[in-house]
């Protein structure tokens, strides 16, 4: 039973961009902290972007992996019940599976390394020099 549905990978040219939904059919993502986390060949899964659960009106906090600072945004659609991972200038560094993960009213700050309840299914991100 699919609880998120991530969308948008595919194959992008070095310094190209992708944009990445991460979508949840049966709750609301507003009310969930929610997570961008990778896995490339041969390593292990890190967490890339994350964005907690708070009131959406007060800008809700975000924290990104150091090696995608400056690149990766992430951001709620609350209309659209998505959060979206917009990735700038990609690198062959990039390349992997990209996942989403969700945590009911989690609001604890740092959430890049928190157990997450909900998964998606992934979707891959290529990226060529």
């Known amino acids: 039973d699919v609880q998120l549905q991530a969308s948008g990978g595919g194959l992008v040219r070095s310094e190209g961009s992708l944009r990445l939904s991460c979508a949840a059919p049966?709750?609301?993502?507003?009310?969930?902290?929610v997570a961008w986390l990778r896995q490339a060949p041969g390593k292990e899964r890190e967490g890339v972007s994350c964005?907690?659960?708070?009131?959406?009106?007060?800008?809700?906090?975000?924290y990104y992996a150091d090696s995608v600072k400056g690149r990766f945004t992430i951001s709620r659609d609350n209309a659209k019940n998505t959060v979206d991972l917009q990735m700038n200038n990609l690198t062959p560094d990039d390349t992997a599976v990209y996942y989403c993960?969700?945590?009911?009213?989690?609001?604890?700050?740092?959430?890049?390394?928190?157990?997450?309840?909900?998964w998606g299914q992934g979707t891959l991100v290529t990226v060529s020099s």
């Open positions: 993960a969700a945590l009911r009213s989690y609001s604890g700050g740092y959430c890049l390394t928190i157990t997450y309840d909900y």
């Open positions: 964005i907690i659960s708070e009131d959406p009106s007060a800008g809700p906090p975000k």
């Open positions: 049966r709750f609301k993502l507003a009310n969930y902290a």
